[in-house]
């Protein structure tokens, strides 16, 4: 059998779910085709708060690097006396903070959105994660690990159903 509300497994003759506490009796054996319903239920609050707190990080970082921007051209400058035309590298690095700038804050507003509505389990909820995790691609290794895990979470096959009941249900 297979507790109702948390999915976990359980043993036969047991009276409560150790994970939840739910009685037993109200937790009939669930149809295999049910599974991918109680995974995504799991799962979807686990990537809603990783979501937000990425998001918060990306804020904090293009905040960071707003701030400190006069710093970062000052050290960059001090390399551009042994170059030719040092202005136009100036340009070009001024353009790099603000295009860097700009990218962060857009992958944080998908991030939090995402975030939001995974925890909320909203419809538009799978979709937001999905475009959230491409954009999480392009971050370090942190983000690519939560990309790739929402991707494997939100594309897995029946995942699109299973998150359509999850979103009905809530």
Known sequence: MICR?????LETGETL???????????PAIAEDAMPILILRRHTRI???????????????????????GVLALMWGALLN????????????????????????????????AGLALLSR???????????AFLGFVG???????????????LSPGSRVAYDEVATAA
């Open 47 to 69: 990537m809603g708060i990783l979501w937000l707190i990425f998001g918060v990080m990306r804020i904090a970082t293009a905040l960071l690097l707003v701030i400190k921007s």
């Open 140 to 154: 370090g290794p942190p983000a690519v690990a939560l990309a790739v895990y929402t991707l494997i979470i939100l």
């Open 5 to 9: 509300r948390c999915g976990e497994p």
């Open 17 to 27: 779910c150790i994970a939840c506490g739910c009685p037993a009796e109200m937790a």
């Open 122 to 132: 909203a419809r538009i909820g799978r979709i937001l994660g999905i475009v959230a």
């Open 82 to 113: 042994r170059v030719p035309d040092p202005q136009a590298w100036m340009k070009r690095f001024e353009a790099g903070l603000a295009v860097l700038a700009v990218v962060l804050i857009i992958s944080a507003v998908a991030s939090l959105g």
